[in-house]
């Protein structure tokens, strides 16, 4: 169940909550995690409006867009780390009205991903067996 933090100047994006959400469909997709309130509920993506001034690259340029995804450890092997980096960047450059955003959206490509035990869902630190677990018992109660 990832989180996705998006860190662009202000005013980047018009619609940040339709942004959001369409960044988090596309990461749940990508994990192949069947549609079940349990990761749909869990699954959120976080906008984060900066000053202009507070992103630049060495040219001075703040016209860029970070993307970072935190994720369960081995949920995505290579060829879904290269489709979802893309698609994600694609959904940024889309919410901005600017196709040449892509090309400036730095997608965390190694993804970060949280060590077995270390997510907490209601109070309780979960492990993959955990989430499998509850997963297995939603499906088996729909």
Known sequence: MPMIDVYAAAGTFPDSHRLAQNLAAAVM??????????????????????????????????????VQVLTPAGVLDRNKQLGVVKELADIVAAAAGDPSLSERTWVLVFLTESPEGGWGIGGHASTNADIAAEARAALAGR
């Not at 990508?30 to 001034?53: K, R, S, Y």
């Open 29 to 66: 997709r990508w994990e192949e995690v069947p549609e079940l309130p349990l990761f749909a509920n869990n699954t959120a993506a976080f906008i984060h409006d900066l000053d202009a001034a507070a992103i630049s690259n060495v040219a001075g340029e703040s016209n860029y867009v970070r």
